[in-house]
């Protein structure tokens, strides 16, 4: 039999770390890379296709592992099947849900439509499904505190306290940098969106290489959050 598939998994085993590790590296770019693609409205082509469909993948088997994966309740390991997947439809399953069903429709619109443009026109309210998945990837970072506990035990188990600290303070940077990062692409996002012909600070930078427009953004947004 091979182990977390015919079998539950525990939720400290090496395959459950595994696939922990995976969905953290997959998270990191939802929550980096995602927001940039919605404020800058980029084609998802080349590169950011094949990223879009690793993404998607991922976070579609991982819903199918999480209800082969036990759980702690009171201290106590629980790795019936049954109660495992009642609390994995009661807890995280509508949220990691939402954000594949999205793409998933998006999808299966393109194939249905096959280049017809009546189809897709006609579709166009169910493509805007897609962009609300981009969305709910983004407020997915709540899944940081489930994927957070895998870790967490592994730094406790494997790392000293000191090292623990340092590993601390270098992820409370990396938050900071995350929030500068959603305020830069909110802030562009707004001047972008709700402009209505209005002059705004993007006419200044129009033109110029998005990276120059990007660091732009984040004078204004880390001023206005200062």
């Not at 085993?13 to 409205?41: E, H, K, N, Q």
Request: proline letters at 3%; hydrophobic letters at 50%.
């Amino acid at each position: 039999d091979f182990y977390g598939i015919t079998r539950p998994m525990d939720p400290s085993s090496g395959t459950r770390l595994a696939i922990d590790c995976v969905t953290f590296v997959v998270l990191l770019y939802d929550l980096t890379v995602v927001p940039y693609i919605m404020a800058w409205d980029v084609p998802t082509e080349g590169a950011l296709k094949v990223a879009s469909w690793i993404t998607l993948t991922v976070w579609t088997l991982d819903i199918l592992a999480s209800f082969r994966t036990g759980y702690y309740t009171d201290g106590d390991l629980e790795m019936r099947s049954g109660p495992i997947a009642r609390h994995y439809l009661s807890t995280w399953f509508l949220l990691d849900l939402a954000v594949v069903a999205g793409d998933w429709v998006a999808i299966a619109i393109a194939v249905v439509s096959g280049g017809d443009s009546g189809v897709a026109t006609r579709s166009a309210g169910l493509l805007r499904m897609a962009k609300l998945g981009r969305l709910l990837r983004i407020a997915g970072f709540v899944r940081m505190a489930r994927i957070g506990e895998s870790l967490t035990r592994l730094l406790e188990q494997q790392l000293a306290q000191s090292v623990q600290v340092v590993v601390q303070m270098i992820k409370l940077f990396f938050i900071i940098l995350w929030v500068s990062h959603m305020a830069t692409c909110a802030w562009y996002a707004v001047g972008a969106y709700t402009s209505g012909g209005r002059e705004n600070w993007l006419q200044q930078v129009d033109g110029q290489d998005p990276t120059y427009e990007y660091f732009t953004a984040y004078h204004w947004a880390v001023m206005g959050i200062a």
